[in-house]
Nanobody
């Protein structure tokens, strides 16, 4: 049984930082591209960041470029999302995903086969 389990969410003040973790079981995460998506109330699930299997290139949605960093740690079968300078608009449920998307569809939810259950991030003073 494949599981992706996110952790690290919580409440943080604007300008603060959080590090989300995604630990996989049942699959070897290093064999997949990984991504983080998020969904806030009333909105569709949106792409945040991806780390491509081939070459290790990273991709970010414009609003988090220079603020968030996606990474992986193969020895722990884990992926991470370091989130810095958080803003209220970053509040959402964050999901990690694993798949083998083609490059042109790396931001597309349908390209990812495995998903975690999500972790809530709240940004408020």
């Amino acid at each position: 049984q494949v599981q992706l389990v996110e952790s690290g969410g919580g409440l943080v003040q604007p300008g603060g930082s959080l590090r989300l973790s995604c630990v996989a079981s049942g699959i070897t995460l290093s064999a997949y591209s990984i991504a983080w998506f998020r969904r806030s109330p009333g909105n569709e699930r949106e792409f945040v960041a991806a780390l491509r299997l081939s070459g290790g290139s990273t991709y970010y949605t414009d609003s988090v470029k220079g603020l968030f960093i996606i990474s992986r740690e193969n020895a722990k079968n884990a992926a991470y999302l370091q989130m810095n300078s958080l803003r209220p608009e970053d509040a959402a449920v964050y999901y990690c995903a694993a798949g083998v998307p083609i490059l042109t569809a790396i931001r597309t939810t349908q390209e990812y086969r495995y998903w975690g259950q999500g972790t809530q991030v709240n940004v408020s003073s």
